[in-house]
């Protein structure tokens, strides 16, 4: 009775599901860069994720979510429930994702490309 599946929901929408959970949790057994986690963050949700491949470097921080470090129900339902006891400071999170916009992420590609360019010559 505490979870509800939803199925697909549109991307206008996604900021008022984000606003009205208590945690999002991304099970992922793979993961790039998960920008679901960056969205709910911004809206001041917490997460819990599997600790795999680029999550970590969105996860940096026990003040905006909780990595899992084996995917197992176990791990997870440890994890979502000290998550769902903490005090979470909205603020916080909230800002947290506003340092992390598209114009931060260029930056920070263009930074790399432009010291592997330095390197080569």
């Known amino acids: 009775n505490s979870v509800t599946l939803v199925g697909e929901v549109s991307n206008h929408a996604l900021v008022d599901w984000y606003s009205a959970a208590d945690v999002l949790c991304l099970a992922s057994d793979r993961e790039g860069w998960p920008n679901v986690l960056l969205e709910s963050i911004a809206c001041g949700t917490p997460v819990v994720a599997t600790s795999v491949f ?24 440890s994890q979502l429930t000290i998550a769902l006891e903490k005090r979470w ?11 992390r916009s598209w114009s931060h992420a260029a930056q920070s590609v263009h930074d790399i490309f432009r010291t592997v360019l330095q390197h080569r010559a």
Do not use: Y
């Open 89 to 99: 400071n909205t603020t916080k999170l909230a800002k947290f994702a506003s340092q």
């Open 54 to 77: 680029g999550t970590p470097e969105v996860v940096t921080s026990d003040d905006v979510g909780l990595l899992v470090e084996t995917r197992s129900a176990e791990a997870l339902a």
